[in-house]
DNA sequence: CTCCCCTGTGTAACAATGTCACAAACACTC
DNA sequence: GAGTGTTTGTGACATTGTTACACAGGGGAG
């Protein structure tokens, strides 16, 4: 992709084809683009944020860690999408309260803070996007609090590999989706088991499979 | 209270203390004052927000409901605060994502949605201000999400207390402390009772004391 | 090719937390 | 003082988290 192109972007963020042009044409020159590797660490707790993020390809997680190797994934952006974080960072000028990795490579548009912050003040559409974005992380986030506090393992497990899978299998290891789900690798590797054994799964190292695919 | 007046207003709100002086005025015609009494569910998730709520004075708990009667509490906002599942609410036009209760009696003033896009559009410290307590609400999400996800539950408990006590007492009761924390009220009575025997603090109907105060 | 090493997985035993069922203690009304 | 609703106590069991190892498989070094 190299450089975005104007088309490029309003197919990426439709919003912005209704949006008045000039702010279009404000994001695409302030902005610069970037392309990073799959599996980096982008950003840390605690970072301030230089730029407003705006996803092109690819795909983050946003995560949280805790003592012993242990995370959680708070949600994932991909394509067309904003991070709340990264924008009340900048919003409130505070320090980051997440972690961010690339799961995949992934491109992104970094529209630098100063700028991003004229553009909320002039642009009505502007912020009417942010806002949605921040809505729609915000419903995650609470979606997430709610599985945690009343949910079961064992669904939640359940939920997380129908929504994973890609023709009925998962190409991940018990470590990874223990991160994500937030609990430790033995839970995991137990609970999969169980569902070996009651003829759900097929496991082998790196891949889970679905039976009856 | 009664209605509220200018100076009493920049007392309880001192960001506006250096706002332009035609937002403070704007904010108080717009809006209508309301007085509710103590433990009052005010709004439900799902609800739409026709108002953007400031508090004058006392207490509201956000929290989430889980079955069986579960619940836990995102976060509390008292004298000076907004809430950001409200702001997020109308800034994005969407439906309420938790509920939210009295826990004291409580004065409130109440911003017209239209009204409070409106001064959003207008005014630099009216974003300013509301993205200040986005984010300090977010911070209290996340800190919770790592402490339920990474945190132990009696240290949490210990926590809640020091944080509650006044005067070195505690009226509330076990229930009450379980929604709060997310948890059962049997797992709040058998670690109160564990600290008891410890000989920490002293236990009776309603009220927790602290010994050794 | 074989050995070694690293990563990923399996599992037992125990600790912490959640659920269910019920008993007992207390405060209040009649 | 008996009856009633709320609050607390507790045992038994289910689920989830932790600790400590064993073992399997694959890739690279030799």
């Not at 690339?102 to 002039?122: N, Q």
């Not at 290891?173 to 054994?197: A, N, W």
């Amino acid at each position: 992709m190299g450089v975005i192109q104007r088309d490029q972007f309003l197919e990426i963020f439709p919003f912005f084809q209704k949006a008045s042009q000039p702010l279009v044409e404000n994001i695409l020159s302030f902005s610069r683009y970037q392309k990073l590797p799959g599996k980096m660490l982008v950003k840390l707790e605690g970072d301030q944020c230089q730029d407003f993020v705006l996803m092109l390809s690819g795909e983050k997680r946003v995560f949280k860690m805790g003592g012993s190797a242990r995370e959680i994934t708070l949600y994932e952006i991909g394509l067309g999408d904003i991070c709340v974080l990264n924008a009340t960072c900048i919003l409130s000028n505070t320090k980051l309260l997440a972690n961010a990795a690339t799961t995949t490579e992934t491109e992104v548009l970094l529209l630098p803070a100063r700028h991003f912050l004229d553009l909320i003040a002039k642009y009505e559409e502007m912020r009417a996007f942010v806002h949605l974005h921040i809505n729609s992380s915000l419903t995650a986030i609470m979606a997430l609090i709610s599985e945690i506090v009343f949910g079961k393992l064992d669904e939640r497990l359940i939920n997380y590999l129908i929504e994973k899978f890609e023709n009925g299998q998962l190409k991940k290891t018990h470590d990874q989706i223990s991160k994500d789900l937030g609990t430790s690798r033995e839970v995991i590797s137990r609970l999969l088991k169980d569902f070996e054994r009651q003829g759900l799964l097929s496991l082998s190292r790196n891949v889970i499979k679905l039976k009856n695919f």
